[in-house]
């Protein structure tokens, strides 16, 4: 194939216009008419032309790179979320770059040093939120100055930062929809297996919780909360401490579907049914959810439209214009893991 430039004479030559007109065209540019935008883009699909973004970010002076984050890559929720970033970086013509974290913090500021190191513009990030380091990764972006979209979740102190903003889910709404359900099939001892501190989601998940027992007349006890993370091992874990201290309990409410996975595969293992003898809701609806051998009811999160909405708040901010955080709706989902209190 010959060279941009080359194939963009010859196109400007074939169509007897300028190369400037030519370029401009590709480029979508306002002060180029419909008409003329039509003729080009015809040239190039006959050409099989290939615009070198990589050259003309150059001339711009630009990368053209968004850095993603994510805890895991082949997780299903995070998957979901880069679909949308990649979906609405591919329409604005720019180019994502993708790490995965395995929610550790040496992970993250790894991936996000390669990142700075690489030029990304903007950076999405699915924090590894940890009371102990809840704010080292924003520091060290602070010192960079790459405007910072955080995604699910944000620690506490995020808002001092100026150059980041976050887009959520409306997680107390979430967790109180979760909890009303279970009330209104008529179960009053619920449990609250809790995402890692330091979380918004998880405060705002719990705050949910007891909004929705307060609002029922039902007491809210300490003993019928504890603390799991946001994987299947620790659903497992929290629900055999439950077990443990024998706290009474017909229902529960996870921090998201892999805890509540986590929480009914002990359970099982225990001799348990689902929903006959325990019923369980979730928080985020991936596949795990509706594929899970009960499916699983639970709390839906706009995954994909979360990954979308990051990349324009992202390149608002790079822009310098000002960015107020998002919360986006969420809803119930009812499937079989839950039952009437009989």
């Known amino acids: 194939m010959t060279?941009?430039?080359?194939?963009?004479?010859?196109?400007?030559?074939?169509?007897?216009?300028?190369?400037?007109?030519?370029?401009?065209?590709?480029?979508?540019?306002?002060d180029i008419s419909v008409t003329t935008k039509a003729r080009v883009q015809a040239e190039a699909h006959r050409r099989n032309y290939i615009p070198n973004?990589?050259?003309?970010?150059?001339?711009?002076?630009?990368?053209?790179?968004?850095?993603?984050?994510?805890?895991?890559?082949?997780?299903?929720?995070?998957?979901?979320?880069?679909?949308?970033?990649?979906?609405?970086?591919?329409?604005?013509?720019?180019?994502?770059?993708?790490?995965?974290?395995?929610?550790?913090a040496e992970n993250e500021m790894r991936e996000v040093k390669k990142m700075i190191a690489r030029?990304?513009?903007?950076?999405?990030?699915?924090?590894?939120?940890?009371?102990?380091?809840?704010?080292?990764?924003?520091?060290?972006?602070?010192?960079?100055?790459?405007?910072?979209?955080?995604?699910?979740?944000y620690p506490a102190g995020a808002e001092n930062f100026p150059r980041v903003s976050w887009v959520v889910s409306d997680d107390k709404r979430g967790g109180q929809l979760a909890?009303?359900?279970l009330l209104e099939l008529g179960h009053r001892?619920?449990?609250?297996?809790?995402?890692?501190?330091?979380?918004?989601?998880?405060?705002?998940?719990?705050?949910?919780?007891?909004?929705a027992l307060a609002a029922a007349g039902v007491s809210y006890s300490d003993s019928r909360v504890f603390l799991a993370d946001k994987d299947i091992?620790?659903?497992?874990?929290?629900?055999?401490?439950?077990l443990s201290e024998k706290a009474p309990f017909t229902a529960v409410v996870a921090h998201n579907d892999s805890v509540a996975i986590g929480a009914a595969d002990?359970?099982?293992?225990?001799?348990?049914?689902?929903?006959?003898?325990?019923?369980?809701?979730?928080?985020?609806?991936?596949?795990?959810?509706?594929?899970?051998?009960?499916?699983l009811t639970t709390v839906r999160v706009p995954q994909t439209e979360m990954g979308e909405m990051a990349?324009?708040?992202?390149?608002?901010?790079?822009?310098?214009?000002?960015?107020?955080?998002?919360q986006l709706p969420v809803e119930i989902i009812v499937r079989a893991s839950t039952k009437k209190v009989t």
């Open 266 to 295: 002990t359970l099982f293992q225990q001799g348990f049914s689902i929903p006959n003898d325990v019923s369980i809701v979730g928080f985020g609806d991936g596949v795990l959810a509706e594929n899970f051998r009960v499916p």
């Open 119 to 153: 030029q990304v513009e903007t950076l999405l990030l699915v924090p590894a939120v940890r009371w102990q380091h809840r704010l080292a990764t924003l520091e060290l972006v602070r010192t960079s100055s790459i405007p910072t979209i955080l995604l699910d979740a």
């Open 311 to 326: 990349v324009r708040l992202a390149l608002d901010l790079q822009k310098g214009s000002p960015v107020q955080p998002r």
């Open 3 to 30: 060279c941009d430039m080359s194939t963009l004479k010859e196109m400007a030559a074939s169509l007897n216009l300028s190369v400037m007109a030519v370029s401009k065209a590709l480029r979508d540019a306002p």
């Open 233 to 242: 091992d620790s659903g497992r874990k929290a629900m055999g401490q439950a």
């Open 179 to 181: 909890t009303e359900h």
């Open 53 to 104: 973004r990589a050259a003309q970010n150059l001339r711009l002076r630009r990368t053209g790179l968004i850095g993603v984050v994510v805890p895991q890559i082949n997780h299903t929720y995070y998957s979901n979320l880069v679909w949308g970033v990649e979906r609405q970086a591919e329409a604005l013509g720019l180019q994502v770059l993708l790490g995965s974290s395995l929610d550790r």
């Open 189 to 211: 001892e619920i449990l609250f297996l809790a995402g890692p501190n330091g979380s918004s989601s998880s405060a705002g998940r719990f705050s949910g919780y007891q909004k």
